[in-house]
């Protein structure tokens, strides 16, 4: 029986051979930031994958529109997924995604709830927000659920990433990926707040609230309050 589910995305960095990084997931921020926006499309949230999957414990390859992910030296899941084709292999086994893997800024982006259910992950929706929470671990991640392409939401979204993009120029310190915690979009009023956590180059690790207003030009940033979170204990689970 087919689940209706909430599927968010991932985004890769296009890569032609096997890729393996390990996450350390009980670092600051608990090591899932990612180097794209995630983005929903039909109701399905798509995130930047290759952060998620290596956060899951995976190694990526990917070869002219065909990613694959698995375990190396396990004998965990395999995954294989094509952009723009609904149907993905689970070790072998044909199952049809509701949404396809697309690409986005160089990014491969596939759906999350299949990869995250395969690695053992639980995805659950809580108002406006995502928890994935590893079964035998304490460990969870949280995200908001990203808006639709189009939308003012989405374009405060991308004001805030375009502030990172330039960071370096601003701070002298180059950003490496964020997520997305939580916000609050009153495009009738023309304000908007987003908490950001960040990571640098120099491996240190941000918690971001900016406060924006919506202006002819579009949103503009207002304020930024920054605070360094150098202990896991200190993020917001």
Known sequence: MKKTVLVMALALVLLPAAFAQKVDRSQPGDGLFFDVLPVTIQGYVLVPARSFIEWLGGTVEYHSGHLTAYQFRSEGPRIELWIGDGTALWSGTEYQLDVAPVMIQDRVL?????????????????????????????QKAQMVIPPPPGSYERAAWSKVASWYEQAGRRLGRENVG????????????????????????????????????????????????????????????
């Open 110 to 138: 596939v759906p999350l709830r299949f990869v995250a259910e395969a690695y053992g992950v639980r995805v659950d929706a809580e108002g406006h927000t995502l928890q994935l929470r590893f079964g035998e671990y304490w």
């Open 178 to 237: 964020i997520r997305i915690l939580a916000n609050a979009i009153d495009a009738g009023n023309g304000v908007a707040s987003l908490t950001v956590m960040a990571k640098w180059k120099d491996h240190s690790v941000t918690q971001d609230e900016f406060s924006l207003r919506l202006r002819r030009s579009g949103w503009q940033i207002s304020s930024r309050k920054s605070t360094a979170i150098d202990q896991i204990g200190k993020f917001p689970y």
